[in-house]
């Protein structure tokens, strides 16, 4: 059951609580309504993809009460500092490299080496943040495809039964989404425009956004290849050839043994949570992957996407 409530500090608790025990929650923040899932949780993160219906795993954004939390899940340059010291909280997401050795989810970054951190100005967000003391992860909080939540009731419309919590805090102030850039050594690159102007981003930073040189993140939404294993990956395999590591889905057959399973009892959920984390488990094993079938239903569409741009050849 989705519990629709008005937002109040008390609230802000209870969806801290929530999120804490991997529940969903949508958080209105400054630019549009965010679909919340505990960041460091794999199997809540992969709950956004499915609830929202995702044909692919892009990569979130995580949310941060403020910079110091920021730092401890990503590494900030001192260009990457400047920026957030002008804009946070605010409408500006910065792409940064992941912190090694953290529990941040790997399904959060799509399996990149990089994440995507923003720190919402909007009084809800920060409550909830406060609370919860660790980041969540939120793309706006409708079903892939429809328009982009400005009020509680938009979420309702596309997630109701999805979620565990709606909180009601009326109308965005921004109303678009945030503008994303990733920072890297003195460079900045646009990644994708949004409510904040690229003029004041450049007047802070001192230098010009540029356009992204590398083709995945081009244009956002359509990466070709956010994240591809070194090894060779064989699909469609129901067993593993000899010199082959195996990634099963569901029971094996007898006298087949998987070096992996995404999920001994065939949860598309469950499988979503483990996918990057072993596709990066293997390709330190061994430089051939064979990969069970997967259904392509539910999330088992973002799962097979993936899998098929990994098996892809590539140059
Ligand atoms: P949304 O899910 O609607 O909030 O959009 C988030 C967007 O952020 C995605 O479409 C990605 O293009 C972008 N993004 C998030 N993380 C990264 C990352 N690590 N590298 C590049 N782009 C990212
Ligand atoms: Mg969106």
Not at 4 to 16: R, S
Not at 213 to 222: D, S, T, Y
């Given at each position: 059951?989705?519990?629709?409530?008005?937002?109040?500090?008390?609230?802000?608790?209870?969806?801290?609580?929530l999120l804490a025990q991997g529940g969903l929650v949508v958080v209105p923040t400054e630019t549009v309504y965010g679909l919340a899932a505990d960041a460091t949780n794999d199997?809540?993160?992969?709950?956004?993809?499915?609830a929202k219906?995702?044909?692919?795993?892009?990569?979130?954004?995580?949310?941060?009460?403020?910079?110091?939390?920021?730092?401890?899940?990503?590494?900030?340059?001192?260009?990457?500092?400047?920026?957030?010291a002008a804009f946070w909280p605010g409408a500006l997401t910065l792409v940064l490299p992941r912190r090694a050795g953290t529990r941040l989810s790997r399904l959060v970054s799509a399996g990149l080496d990089t994440v995507a951190v923003r720190c919402p100005a909007s009084g809800p967000a920060q409550?909830?943040?406060?609370?919860?003391?660790?980041?969540?992860?939120?793309?706006?909080a409708n079903r892939s495809g429809s328009i982009s939540p400005t009020r509680a009731t938009h979420a309702a419309k596309t997630l109701s039964d999805k979620v565990d919590l709606i909180l009601d805090a009326g109308p965005c102030d921004i109303g678009v989404e945030s503008t994303i850039i990733r920072v890297e050594g003195g460079q900045i690159y646009l990644l994708r425009p949004g409510g904040l102007s690229v003029e004041a981003i450049e007047r802070v930073a001192g230098v010009r956004l540029e356009k992204p040189?590398?083709?995945?993140?081009?244009?956002?939404?359509?990466m070709e290849s956010h994240y591809a294993p070194q090894a060779r990956l064989r699909l469609d395999a129901l067993t593993p050839s000899p010199g082959e590591l195996f990634l099963a889905f569901g029971p094996t057959p007898e006298n087949v043994s998987a070096t992996r399973n995404l999920s001994p009892g065939s949860d598309l959920t469950e499988a979503a949570a483990n996918l990057f984390?072993?596709?990066?488990?293997?390709?330190?094993?061994?430089?051939?992957?064979?990969?069970?079938?997967?259904?392509?239903?539910?999330?088992?569409l973002a799962i097979n996407d993936r899998l098929r741009r990994a098996a892809a050849p590539r140059p």
């Open positions: 059951m989705t519990e629709f409530a008005p937002y109040t500090p008390e609230m802000a608790l209870k969806a801290a609580d199997n809540a993160v992969a709950r956004i993809f499915e219906g995702r044909p692919s795993f892009n990569p979130l954004i995580i949310h941060v009460e403020n910079a110091a939390m920021a730092g401890e899940w990503a590494e900030i340059s001192p260009l990457a500092e400047k920026l957030a409550a909830v943040l406060a609370a919860l003391g660790r980041p969540f992860a939120a793309p706006s040189q590398w083709p995945e993140i081009q244009a956002p939404g359509m984390n072993h596709l990066h488990e293997l390709d330190a094993l061994g430089d051939r992957i064979a990969v069970a079938p997967i259904p392509e239903e539910g999330l088992g």
